[in-house]
T-cell receptor, first 110, second 115 residues
């Protein structure tokens, strides 16, 4: 089983729609969780950290379910500029190393 | 804040040569930096953790004699790909964690092509 699993997609979504991504992780001791976005041939950029209570940043909402070892990202009112690969990233406890999912590719269609 | 730079952004070299990639934290000091490699349509794979003033820690399967890492100052880590071969062609990305913060910030990456 992969340490971090994501549906690779692609997700092709019309502009203005709401889209949700899910991610599962295998290490129950993991302590930190993030969503990064990566544009084609570019480096990953931090989108948001994910907290146990859930958190929102504008059109983006992230949630964490520790019992199910599950992380989600919701994008509302999607824009063309949201087209990218979204990476679920986990950091095991007591360890600075990050473990990346394979990413979910999103394309917003005009 | 939290800007990480890399140089060069792109390099093309002949098989057998060595290539040095620099990673700098521009507005913070980083005692630890990380080097990743990403092949097309794959996710980032951690190669090694670079520790300022001490030896790097390599991930399983990464040859330390082939991928030399030096972290001589709190703002600079270098990765040298020695005797490069075409299979080393990849996108190499470094990252650093800002002290006191949870997240890591990535450099813009170096695209290496070995002919």
């Amino acid at each position: 089983r992969k340490e971090v699993e994501q549906d690779p997609g692609p997700f092709n979504v019309p502009e203005g729609a709401t889209v949700a991504f899910n991610c599962t992780y295998s290490n129950s001791a993991s302590q930190s969780f993030f969503w990064y976005r990566q544009d084609c041939r570019k480096e990953p950029k931090l989108l948001m950290s994910v907290y146990s209570s859930g958190n929102e940043d504008g059109r983006f909402t992230a949630q964490l379910n520790r019992a199910s070892q599950y992380i989600s990202l919701l994008i509302r009112d999607s824009k063309l500029s949201d087209s990218a690969t979204y990476l679920c990233v986990v950091r095991p406890g007591g360890n600075e190393k990050l473990t990346f999912g394979t990413g979910t590719r999103l394309t917003i269609i005009p | 804040g939290a800007v990480v730079s890399q140089h060069p952004s792109r390099v093309i070299c002949k098989s057998g040569t060595s290539v040095k990639i620099e990673c700098r934290s521009l507005d913070f000091q980083a005692t630890t930096m990380f080097w990743y490699r990403q092949f097309p349509k794959q996710s980032l794979m951690l190669m090694a953790t670079s520790n300022e003033g001490s030896k790097a820690t390599y991930e399983q399967g990464v040859e330390k004699d082939k991928f030399l890492i030096n972290h001589a100052s709190l703002t600079l880590s270098t990765l040298t790909v020695t005797s490069a071969h075409p299979e080393d062609s990849s996108f190499y990305i470094c990252s650093a964690r800002v002290p006191g913060r949870n997240e890591q910030f990535f450099g813009p990456g170096t695209r290496l092509t070995v002919l």
